[in-house]
């Protein structure tokens, strides 16, 4: 047989987890034993793998079936030639929502990975070639497992947590029976938490024989399939169930229910099955009728605690069909029931972390919940309790709700900071998450301040090449850029983007994300043309990856328009935006804020076109939408306000500008500070904007104002300075 099992130091496979093993068929040897060391390092697991000795689709599909997660080594050979893994297996796990744990072998395959024949966007793990590396591989590798797998004890309690066992005996030709069977025995008043046992729970590598005899004395009903292909023979040899199921029930005094899925001769099933009972059909009353005598004196369970085990048998199929409907139905019985462990596991369910669909706001009603029994049960500062806070964050953060987020996250990273000190790695990661928030919130001050912080101690604690740290490098350098320290952040963004580009690979999509930093920071240090260079190669990039419709492409094409915009072929980043614009509001609709912020674009472009009447319209309707969806005092807004009080000037509406941008440049000074490069360009506008109203004493000291800025903030030779300089002398 082609599937084969292995254990941590052959070691009996009692109740332990169970993982599949799938690679292509001429790298298993290279990859198989480095992969079972890294799972055995932290649990006790039975895995199973075909040895690649001519197994058939079905051997695999049967293993997948018992297993709970499935393990695939990725290289260019897996994604690029036919073979049974990638084929077979993997869309197998696919359509039936198993969960996958792709691990990248090899560097440069993203665009590969990422079509959606092969993986999608699904998340993947890399083995690290240094120790820093290694590490954090090794530890996600252990969260990542300890969130999918049931262990062998818990799986012992759900075994104990079953009513009763129904031994269903078939042919594996009727397999598709069997897996209806199982799923309208389950629909069945009272026979939810009823186990059926059946084939596909066999051990490979054990006694077929030992596995049917032990299934038949804890079973209380013997369950016989009835088609026509009960009856066939092999060479005038009855089939197995004919041969040695059927008899074995017998001798152990099962009681028997024949049931009828397909019309079979009723004669023949007679003399191949003597003292068979006559044949039900599922939906007969007789059939539930036996199948309840069957279970009674059975005790029955209403608590909390076994609706919970309920739930976990469902989602990971342990002695029943996997059905996530029906597991999130048991679990949040026990949820509404108060039971804690029901909640988060709610929490978890609904935010997609055991490879489900996420539902946030699911997620997040029952991560507060369960962050509020932490609390009650522990207190506020319990390690507990701040690791189900940090959760329900990041919950809040994935919604959208920004400063909900925040407010959270920092009440996590004080108490974590008290506790544990600044230099724990839990403590780091809050702070790491903070960070990211500020930025959304547009809070430009405290992500500069929190990147530094974050990037000194990272480095200090992790080292230099830690993702943690590339990611604080990163962030570090966009802050700087936010606060227009053009020439340190091009400095740091260079070095971010030197080092993704060796640790990680140039297709890794954090190596990519800090290609299109750079690409920006040269834009503001006057190297337009290299900055092009850099986009055009983000976007292929990217649109190789994911897709031409993925909203990472359409970011990608939207900032690609922009850098034309700066090397002045306006008409080019027209035809691009335009395109951006269609393109997202088919796919994230019009109130989306990535939609609004490239409308705002559009309008910036065509007033660089100096077509100022359409412009002014898109750029009203911008700002109506991301001030609904971002709130007043965010920086994008800065831009809409700069960009729309340009379009009233010069459609002949000077105090309808000077009105926007008093507002903007009032904004400006509180979110970026007097000197920032966008502040002072705000102010240069309305100097410009008074000057075309006659205000020109207003104008002269608002430009000389400006001026002092710019001298301060981008030196006397900077052209910003320059233009300033020239402007004043002639007013």
Request: glycine residues 6%; negative net charge; proline residues 5%.
């Amino acid at each position: 047989m082609a599937i084969q099992l292995k254990t941590k130091n052959e070691q009996p496979l009692n109740d332990k987890p169970r993982v599949f093993f799938a690679c292509h068929p001429a790298e298993h040897t290279r990859y198989f034993e480095g992969v079972c060391a890294a799972i055995f390092r932290t649990h006790d697991v039975a895995l199973y793998y075909d040895d690649g000795e001519g197994g058939s689709a079905e051997e695999r599909y049967d293993a997948l079936a018992r297993c709970q997660l499935l393990v695939v080594p990725v290289t260019r050979l897996l994604l690029t030639t036919p073979n049974p893994a990638m084929d077979e297996v993997v869309a197998a796990a696919q359509r039936e929502q198993t969960p996958l744990l792709p691990l990248m072998m090899e560097p440069g395959l993203d665009s590969l990975y990422a079509r959606e024949d092969r993986f999608g966007e699904r998340q993947y793990l890399t083995p690290g070639n240094t120790d820093a590396e290694t590490a954090f591989f090794e530890q996600t590798l252990e969260q990542f497992l300890h969130t999918v797998l049931i262990s062998g004890d818990v799986m012992a309690d759900l075994r104990r947590s079953f009513r009763g066992y129904v031994f269903l005996s078939y042919r594996k030709k009727d397999r598709r029976h069997a897996r209806q069977l199982l799923r309208y025995i389950h629909s069945l008043p009272g026979c939810e938490d009823v186990a059926v046992w059946f084939d596909e729970f066999l051990t490979p590598g054990e006694s077929f024989e030992k596995n049917i005899d032990e299934a038949l004395q804890k079973s209380q009903l013997f369950l016989l399939l009835v088609t026509p292909q009960v009856l066939e023979e092999t060479d005038g040899v009855p089939n197995y169930v004919v041969r040695q199921e059927y008899p074995a029930a017998r001798r152990a005094g099962l009681p028997i229910l024949a049931v009828q899925m397909e019309p079979t001769d009723p004669a023949a099933l007679a003399e191949a099955f003597p003292g068979l009972p006559a044949c039900v059909a599922p939906e007969e009353e007789a059939f539930a009728a036996q199948l309840r005598q069957a279970m009674t004196g059975a005790s029955v369970d209403e608590s909390p605690e076994h609706d919970l085990r309920m739930g976990l048998a469902y989602l990971r199929g342990v002695d029943v069909e996997i059905d996530h409907a029906r597991a999130i139905r048991c679990v949040t019985r026990a949820a509404e029931a108060g039971w804690d462990s029901a909640i988060a596991c709610l929490r978890n369910l609904y935010n997609g972390s055991m490879g489900d669909l996420p539902d946030l706001p699911q997620a997040a009603h029952w991560a507060k919940k369960y962050v509020g029994l932490c609390e009650k049960r522990w207190g506020a500062k319990h390690p507990e309790t701040l690791e189900a806070a940090f959760d329900w964050a990041l919950i809040l953060k994935d919604m959208g709700d920004y400063r909900a987020a925040g407010q959270v996250m920092a009440q996590v990273c004080v108490k974590r900071k008290e506790t544990l000190g600044l230099e724990h790695p839990d403590t780091l990661n809050a702070y790491n998450e903070i960070t990211t928030i500020y930025d959304l919130l547009g809070m430009v001050d405290k992500f500069r301040q929190f990147s530094q912080a974050v990037y000194n101690q990272s480095r200090k604690s992790l080292g230099e090449d830690h993702p943690h740290t590339l990611s604080a490098l990163y962030r570090l350098a966009d802050a700087c850029h936010q606060q227009g320290e053009y020439r340190q952040a091009l400095e740091l963004a260079q070095r971010a983007f030197d080092r993704r580009r060796q640790v990680l690979g140039e297709d890794a999509q954090d190596t990519i994300a800090s290609l299109a930093l750079l690409a920006t920071c040269l834009v503001d240090v006057g190297e337009l043309d290299k900055a092009v260079a850099m986009g055009e190669r983000c976007y292929q990039l990217i649109k190789e990856q994911v897709g031409d419709e993925h909203p990472d492409t359409l970011n990608a094409l939207g900032n690609l328009a922009m850098l034309y915009v700066s090397q002045g072929d306006h008409r080019r980043a027209l035809a691009l935006m335009e395109d951006c614009y269609e393109r997202q509001r088919q796919v994230l609709g019009d109130d989306h804020p990535n939609t609004a912020a490239t409308l705002n674009a559009l309008a910036f472009v065509l007033n660089e076109l100096e077509d100022y009447r359409r412009a002014l319209p898109l750029l009203q309707q911008a700002y109506r939408q991301q001030t609904q969806t971002l709130g007043e005092k965010h920086p994008d807004l800065l831009y809409i306000l700069n960009n729309l009080a340009t379009a009233y000037l010069n459609t002949g509406s000077p105090a309808q500008a000077i009105m926007h941008l008093e507002k903007g440049y009032r904004l400006s000074k509180e979110i970026l500070g007097k000197d920032h490069p966008h502040t002072l360009t705000i102010l240069s506008n309305l100097a410009e904007a008074h000057n075309r109203q006659g205000n020109r004493e207003i104008a002269r000291e608002l430009i000389q104002k400006c001026y002092d800025g710019r001298v301060r903030t981008l030196g006397e030779t900077h052209p910003d300075t320059l233009t300033t300089a020239d402007w004043l002398k002639r007013l």
